[in-house]
Structure formats: C-alpha cells, structure tokens
C-alpha cells in the first residue's frame, strides 16, 4: 500500500462536499485504506477520495468538478474484479457506484429492465424472478458484483456457453463520458442506428466513461433444467467429454470443469460436496429448454461420459442436490484460501481442442515452480481459471506466482487463445498485452482510449502497457529473468511454447 | 510493480500491541473475494466497504502488520460490526471474522478504555452487574417494583419515559413482567426426566435472561424433562461473557468464563442446554478465549463440545409431536447467533412444524438481523433501528407470531412491534413447544 494518500485539493474537496453532502464523500486517509484495491490484492495503492453519488446527475457534476481540477479518478462496483481494474495506482478519486443500485423499471412484456450500475447481477434476477424472469449471464460472483462492473469487464459466466456474455444482453446504456458529459448509446429495441458504440463501451474497463443506467434484456426461465455431475480419473477424459458432447451438436447451457486440488478445496469450505480424492478431473454439465428435449439430451450426454470413461455420472435429483454442486463450483475461488494463504486466478482463454495439452503444461509448470495450481473452468468456452497458489510471507513467491501466471497466459496465446477471457486486462495482464498485440495494434486501440478519454483521467493506467514508466521496466525485467528460471526446468516445452510471433506454432507439447 | 504498490510479508510488529491480538491464521485466509459483502447488515445500508466484513478483516490485518495504526480507520469500522456474523455463513474460505472483529475490540479497550460517562456505564454495567447474580437481583427487585406497583404506567402517564431517548423508551415499554425470583433460585437444583433417562442436561441461566425472561427456563425444563432429559440448575454459575467480549473486555470475558467451565465441569453432565443464542454461542466459543493459555483451551474445548442450544439438543435427543394445538400464523427469524454462529437452522423449524395448528410461514431474508446484537441497540441506536424497520417490513402480511431463539432479537422485536403499535405477540421457539404440551396435558 502506497504510504500517503495524493492530496486533495481544498477547493475541490469543498465542491464535492457541497454537491454530494458529508456523508456521501470519504476523504480523511483514515477512510481511504479500505478502497486500496479490488478482488486483485497484488498493487495496491490509496485514493484521493471516495465519493458515493446517486444520480447521473451526481455522477456528471463530479466528473466535471474532478476535470476542472486535473484530477484522474476511476469508477467502482463492488470491488470483486480480479485484474485490478478498480485499484487507484495514482490516487484517484474513487467513484462508488455502489449506492446507485436501484431497479429504475421492468417491462415484462417485452423482456427489458433499466438498472443503476450499482445493481448486484443477482438482485435483478431475484427482483424479477416472481414473473419466471432471469438475467442470463452469471459470473461466480454474481451474488456480489454490479452489472456497471459486469459491463465494463464484458463478464462471462458458466451460462454464457449457451447464452452469450454480458454484451449480447446489454442493449443500451447512459453513460457519463469521461469529460463529463452525458450520452445515450445503444437501442431498448432492435439494432442502434450507426456505430456500435455500445459495443465498444462494454469491455472497456471504466476506460471510456462510467455507465449510469443500463437496459438489459430479461430471459424467460426455461421450463426444464437438469444438471449432470461426472468424475473423471483422467483429465484428458473430461476434456474429450467436452468436445464430444459440443461436436454432437448439443449446445448444454454450461460445462464446467474442476481439477483434483480445486474439488479439495472447496470440499473444505461450508459449500461440501464430498468429491472422492482421487478422480482427476469433474465435469458439471447442465441442459435447460423445454421438458421433452432436456430429458433427451441429458440421455445423450449421460451415454457420451459413460462413453469417455467417466468413473460415474449423476444426474441431480432435487433442486438442492443442483444448488449445492453449482455453490461448489462458485465459490472455488474463494475456498482456494482453504489450501493456500494466497493465490492469483488466471484467465486465459484456448481453442477447447487444445484443453488437454495445455493442462498438461499447466501440471509440468507447477512442478517445475512448485507451486500448486488449482485449475476450475469454463470447460465449454475453453476459459481457462489457472489458480496458483503461493505464500506472500516466503520471499520471491508473489513474483515467482506472477510469472508463472505470466507464463501461462503466453501458453494460451500461443495455442491460438488469448490472455483473457472475462476478467480483463486491467492493471494485471498489461504486460501480457504486448505479448498478444504488436505496437501498431496496441497504438490503434490507444488512438480509440484518445477519442472517448483524451486528457486520461478516467481509470488512467489500466488496460495498457505503460513501458514508459521506469517500474513498469524494471518489472519486465525482473519477469523475464523469472521466466528463465522458471523455463531452465523444461527446455523442451519453452521451446515449442515459445513460436515466432507470427503465432506458428508445430509439435505438441 | 513499484514496490511502494507491493503488499509483501510485513513484520508482525503492528499496531495490536497486547497479548489475545487478532490471529495472522484468521486474518490471512481473506482471500478478498468480496462474496461477504452482501450479505453484511451495515455494508448493505452504508455501501462502504469501509464497513464491510471484507474491508474491516483487511483493516485488522492492515493493522496488525502495522501498515495502519490504531486509530479511526480501524476502529470505527470494528464497532459498527454487529458481530452478527452473517458473512461467515457465505464465506468460502472459512474467515472467523467474528472471532478477528473481538480480538480488534480486545486491542482497543487496551490501548484506550472507554473513558467518561460512556466508559464507566460500561464498566458498571459490564464488570459491576452482569457478572455479580446478587447485584442482578437487585436489579430484578427494583424492575419488578417498577412494573408490579404501577410505576411503570405511572412514568408513562407522567411522560417521565420521554426523558429517555426513543429506542430506549420504546424497550422500556416492552420488557417482559419480571418474575419474583431467578430459575436459578426457583428451580430446584435437580429435576428429574419424565420416563426413562436419556441423558443428564444442566441448563445455563445467564445473566439478563434470567432477570427477563424466568418463564423461557422453566419452559425449557419442562420440555427438556418430558423428553428424557434429567436438569440439573448449577447455583454458582455466572453470566457467559458475551456482552463483556463484544465491548472488548476479554479479561473479563476469560475470568467468568473459568468460572462457568469449573462449576460445569463439577456437575459431571453430558449436555449444557442453553436457550439464549448469544450465550450459546459464546459458550461454543470459550476456547477462543483462551488461545494462548493450553491448560484453560483444552477445558475450554471438552467444555464447549458438550454445549448445545436447545432447540439442537431437542432434535438430538429426538422429540414426540405435541398434541395439544397452538393455531396460530407465525413466522420464524432466525437469531444471528443461532443461524450464523451455531449454524442451527433447521432444527426449530422442525419443531415448530411439528406443532398442531402452528401455520409457520417463511419471511424473506429470515438471517438478517433485527438490530438487536447484543447492545448494539443501545450504543448504534440509528443502524440499530434501521434493521428493526428492515426486519418488521418483512413480517408476512397476516402472522399472529413472530418466534425466535434469543432474548435479544425477543426484546428488540416487541418493542419495535409496540413502537408500531402493531399486536403480533413475540415468543422464544421453547415456549411455543411448551405451550402445545401444556395444552395436549390440559386436554388429558
Ligand atoms: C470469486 C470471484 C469469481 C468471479 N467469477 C467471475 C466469472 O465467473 N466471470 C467473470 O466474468 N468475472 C468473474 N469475476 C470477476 C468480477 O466479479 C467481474 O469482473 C465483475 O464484472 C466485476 O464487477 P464489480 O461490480 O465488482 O466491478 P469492480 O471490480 O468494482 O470494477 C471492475 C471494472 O469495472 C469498472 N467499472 C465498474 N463500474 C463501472 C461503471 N458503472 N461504468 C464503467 N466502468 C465501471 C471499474 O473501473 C473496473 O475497471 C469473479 C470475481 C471473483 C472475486
Ligand atoms: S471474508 Fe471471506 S468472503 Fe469475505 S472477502 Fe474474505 S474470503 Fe471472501
Ligand atoms: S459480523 Fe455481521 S456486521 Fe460484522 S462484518 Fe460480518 S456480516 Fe457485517
């Protein structure tokens, strides 16, 4: 944590007092520490300020105070984003969205709701569940996190295989661009004339502007759903499960898949499910529509683990039994601190083709690291979540955890994925960045940033390689002599994991 | 990575400077996930994370690695927790922010003793009543003067009561007839089981609930004895401690703690029953008291194993269905202490169903806490009030009856009800139990 707090200027801490009032600005240091970083602990640093508005009224007037006075400041949700989106590395003014979480209005007919940012995912399904209504895309920490947040990071979730992510449900949004501004994009009803500038606002990490109120569209809850649990004792069984069922031509709403470490750590959290201690891999795979169809295709999936040397399948029997094993595969993350004082999740993003390779470079590096990781993904999107554990307290583990972490994204883009899949680039994966994107790539987007946020004072420092800041250097630096020492144990992968960046690559690993 | 941004390893020579700080064990399995948030009482009505579990296990831990000193920014938010621990039952990685919250509290009552009038009612009320069972019957004498002799509805009528701040007068109003004695007196020292003996129980009377609420232990017997159970009353046990760790007076808390372990340990019994969820789980927790003390821990434990609420230890020992009716619509709020901190959820519910003519509707959000939280009503009165408001909006529309299995929740709910002027009668789960078979006896 950064020692001191940037000061805030007495004028603008007057302003903001006298637009939002006491008790909706926290600005002694004391109040600040809390808001030092979000679900990424790794950098952390103190905020100017933390301001609470309610309105995008509020919101606007304190983005134009916070220009007139040249002070960067960074919109937040509830704070659970896992690349460091939400961190203020340079003293931001911290604006919660948290208290804007009003739903402003549904329409079931037409299957529309119009949210504040602040809206907690799953609150807008309870709120509209009476009328067998659901919002369709569910991160795991849906129960926490705001659909402001859900936006700005393009959330996914284990329903997305089937559903699509939080862009094919937000359909247009109010958004107080970063000079103060306030725009409209996007269309309540069909496509939006022009431009898709909603699409590029979503995913684009509180960079652009900050969303103020959100159309997204409802689903109706499909009639039937039924859930399958299959073990595995192999990896590569579960995963050829997986191709087999999609190539099959069954599009399951979700396929989820957990290692052995993962099964142990949340087996002892409160979300228990009693997984045996040897089976290496589990599938969750679930299939909703109507009643006759899901019966028909829960059958087939069924004959196809079977068929893939599952060591056995279960079909939920109650709504609690399904509850309970979707819990467990929720709160992996969270029960990971069971087994490990500390851990970063990765998220890299593979053809689902190449599942097994990759998994098997993912074992071979935690041997040669020794660290641990604990791998629970998106099984159906090829999503990868790579949980590598570590201990802050023993010297060089943080960093080594990092560059392993590092490693593993480059493995993902040279297996033709990408660095991540849902939980964005961030203050994280910004060195990464170049490892996906050449210069004159990264300068396009940049160009991009320029339009919407030219003096960069809306969530400066994120989403980009900032190689001109000495630390930054010496950080690559440091990484790249990790990444030696963490490849010298296995040359052999190094090199077929290490392609010309034309991206071809031969061999396996 | 500048390494002014980095978190690393710090020394542990923080800002917890005495003995019982909050452990690194505890604090460290935080893995900042955020799943806590939403359903913490006080994050849900401020939206801070400053008054969040995770922001408050962050600033202990901060604190202790000596990143914060022990000032505001730890304190505050360390007493506006209701220590309703709420967000233990959804965190995955098994915080005891519970435990790291009282700890905290142990620190600052060393490092600054509530001074003033605040800090010596606390003393007074914490170290020279509650622990003294002679001195709470003076108390017990002085209320029953005031309720029996009409003084009561004569400080109503005279507007004395309007002296009093709203929350308190509205509590005033809805304390229970206070009986003439405590069950730790009136009841005889041993009770003998109905039928064949299942097993020997001593019942804990604690400090306020035996002032307030006598009728609630003799209920308890009764039921208890009719199930197999032999009572036993032990004279010379004191209150559980509870009040005394929530404020942060631990050496307090440990001293009545040896107390009640030795004078049980001596009653040579297989279950202690306890019918107040806030000394429940205080008694499951005494070896929390005692981490750095061996010899107290492991009596602690063997002492703490045999504690069960009874609602747990009914269930346990197995209960026949009354006979007798009590036809009424009621619901059930489930008390922080029994829900989150014993994790007793189903068992009253079993009970309850198991009543003839008892309709038990389900209320939303039946976990969340009323407001009560041991004295947090008295020393937060505004976020106190806001949850009580929270809480009866949510009564289904229609019950006769709210049931419930703590003291506290009992108080805060009636005098919330009375405030409203609302007739929905407020019982503890026991009492609704003994009711159907006082009837079911009626009946024979
Ligand atoms: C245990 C756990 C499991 C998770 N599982 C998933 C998962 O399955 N899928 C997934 O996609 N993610 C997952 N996440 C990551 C995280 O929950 C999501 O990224 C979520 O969308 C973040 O929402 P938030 O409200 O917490 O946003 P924050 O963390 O507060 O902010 C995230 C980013 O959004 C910006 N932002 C916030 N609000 C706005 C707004 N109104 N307008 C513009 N920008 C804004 C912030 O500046 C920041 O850059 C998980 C996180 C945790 C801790
Ligand atoms: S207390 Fe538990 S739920 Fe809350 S942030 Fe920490 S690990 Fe997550
Ligand atoms: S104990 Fe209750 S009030 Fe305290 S942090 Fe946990 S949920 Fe919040």
Redesign the pocket.
């Known amino acids: 944590m950064s020692g001191t707090a940037q000061v805030l200027d007495a004028r603008l801490l007057q302003a903001l007092l006298q637009t939002l009032g006491p008790r909706r600005v926290l600005h002694q240091p004391a109040h600040l520490h809390a808001y030092a970083c979000d679900g990424y602990v790794a950098q952390q640093g103190l905020p100017r300020a933390v301001v609470f508005p309610e309105t995008t009224e509020e919101v606007a007037a304190v983005v134009s105070l916070l220009n007139q006075y040249d002070v960067p400041f960074l919109p937040r949700g509830a704070g659970t984003g896992l690349s460091g989106g939400a961190t203020p590395l340079h003293g931001e003014v911290v604006i919660s969205l948290a208290r804007m979480n009003k739903l402003l209005a549904v329409d079931l007919e037409n299957l529309r709701a119009v949210v504040q940012p602040g809206l907690v995912n799953l609150w807008l399904t309870k709120r509209v569940a009476h009328a067998g209504c659901y919002y369709a895309p569910d991160p795991s920490s849906q129960s926490v996190c705001t659909l402001g947040g859900n936006l700005a990071e393009n959330a996914g979730g284990s329903h997305c295989l089937k559903y699509g992510v939080t862009t094919n449900h937000v359909l247009a949004a109010k958004v107080v661009l970063p000079n103060g501004e306030v725009v409209d994009l996007g269309a309540t009803y069909g496509d939006a004339v022009g431009y898709d500038l909603l699409g590029l606002l979503v995913g684009s990490e509180g960079t652009l502007g900050i969303a103020t109120e959100i159309t997204v569209r409802l689903l109706k809850k499909p009639e039937a759903v039924q859930t399958a649990l299959a073990l595995f004792d192999r990896v590569a069984d579960a995963s050829d499960t997986v191709s087999a069922i999609l190539r099959a031509g069954i599009v399951p709403a979700a396929i989820e898949m957990m290692d052995q470490l993962a099964m142990q750590a949340v087996d002892k959290s409160h979300y228990h499910v009693g997984y045996p201690p040897d089976a290496e891999a589990v599938l969750l795979i679930e299939v909703d529509g109507l009643a006759g169809g899901v019966e028909e295709q829960m059958r087939r999936v069924v004959e196809l683990c079977r068929q893939h040397a599952a060591r056995s399948v279960q079909v939920a029997q109650c709504e609690e039994e399904r509850a309970l094993w979707w819990s467990s595969r929720k709160m992996a993350f969270?029960a990971t601190?069971r087994i490990s004082p500390d851990y970063i999740v990765q998220d890299g993003v593979i053809p689902r083709t190449r599942l097994t390779e990759v998994l098997q470079y993912i074992a071979d590096l935690s041997r040669n690291s020794g660290l641990r990781i604990a791998n629970v993904f998106h099984a159906g999107d090829g999503n990868l979540h790579p949980l590598i554990c570590y201990d802050a307290r023993i010297p060089g583990q943080a960093e080594l955890a990092a560059a392993v972490g590092s490693q593993i994204l480059r493995a993902c883009v040279d297996a033709g994925g990408s660095i991540t899949g849902e939980h964005g680039v961030g203050v994280e994966k910004r060195a990464e960045m170049t490892y996906q994107f050449c210069d004159a790539d990264l300068a396009a987007q940049e160009a991009v940033r320029l339009v919407f946020n030219p003096r960069n004072l809306c969530n400066p420092g994120k989403l980009f390689p900032t190689p001109g800041r000495c630390s930054e250097v010496r950080q690559s630096a440091w990484l790249a002599a990790q990444f030696a020492a963490v490849s010298a144990g296995f040359p052999e992968q190094t090199r077929i994991l290490a392609p010309d960046r034309q991206g071809r690559q031969d061999g396996v690993y | 990575m500048a390494s002014d941004q980095v978190t690393t390893a710090a020394p542990r020579n923080g800002a917890f400077l005495w003995p019982d700080a909050p452990a690194p064990e505890q604090y460290e399995?935080?893995?900042?996930?955020?799943?806590?948030?939403e359903v913490c009482p006080t994050y849900q009505e401020w939206r801070d994370e400053n008054h969040s579990?995770?922001g408050r296990?962050f600033l202990i831990q901060a604190a202790a690695e000596g990143r914060l000193s022990l000032d505001a920014a730890v304190v505050d938010p360390v007493f506006t927790c209701l220590d309703c621990r709420a967000?233990e039952s959804?965190?995955?990685?098994?915080?005891p922010?519970g435990h790291l919250i009282e700890a905290a509290r142990g620190q600052v009552y060393h490092a600054d003793p509530p001074r003033g009038w605040r800090g010596a009612l606390a003393r007074l009320f914490l170290r020279g009543l509650f622990p003294h069972p002679r001195r709470l019957g003076v108390v017990r004498a002085l209320l029953r003067l005031w309720q029996r002799f009409g003084l009561q509805c004569l400080a109503q009528r005279l507007g004395l009561l309007r002296l009093l701040p709203p929350h308190l007068r509205a509590l005033a109003v809805a304390l229970p007839e206070v009986t003439a004695r405590p069950a730790r007196l009136s009841l005889p020292e041993r009770l003998p089981a109905a039928g064949p003996r299942k097993g020997r129980v001593a019942l804990f009377t604690g400090c306020v609930m035996d002032v307030l609420f006598t009728p609630v232990h003799e209920a308890t017997v009764r039921v208890a004895q009719r199930h197999g159970l032999e009572v036993v009353v032990p004279r010379d046990q004191v209150c559980c401690g509870a009040l005394q760790v929530h404020a942060g007076d631990r050496p307090q808390a440990q001293a009545l703690a040896r107390r009640n372990i030795t004078v049980f340990a001596e009653s040579g019994v297989d279950y202690i029953a306890v019918n107040a969820a806030g000394c429940g789980a205080m008694l499951k927790e005494y070896p929390e008291l005692f981490r750095g003390d061996p010899a107290w821990h492991a009596r602690a434990q063997a002492f703490a194993q045999r504690v069960r609420d009874i609602a747990e230890l009914l269930a346990e020992v197995g209960t026949e269905p009354p006979r007798g009716r009590v036809p009424q619509r009621a619901t059930y709020h489930d008390a922080c202490h029994l829900c989150h901190a014993q994790g007793v959820r189903v068992q009253p519910r079993q009970l309850l169903r198991s009543v003839p003519g008892l309709e038990l509707v389900e209320m939303p959000d039946a976990e969340r806490c009323c407001g009560s939280a041991g004295v947090y009503n008295l020393t937060h009165p505004e976020m106190a009030q806001t949850l009580l408001t929270r809480k009866l909006d949510d009564l289904p529309p229609g019950v006769e009856m709210v049931i419930t299995g703590n003291p506290g929740c009992i108080l805060q709910l009636r005098a919330g009800l009375a405030q409203r002027g609302q007739r929905i009668a407020v019982r503890h789960t026991v009492e609704v139990l003994d009711a159907a078979y006082q009837q079911e006896e009626e009946q024979a």
């Not at chain 2, 399995?29 to 948030?37: A, I």
């Not at chain 2, 959804?90 to 915080?95: E, I």
């Open positions: 969270g601190g | 399995v935080c893995v900042h996930c955020g799943f806590c948030l579990p995770r296990v967000c959804v965190c995955p990685s098994g915080v922010v």
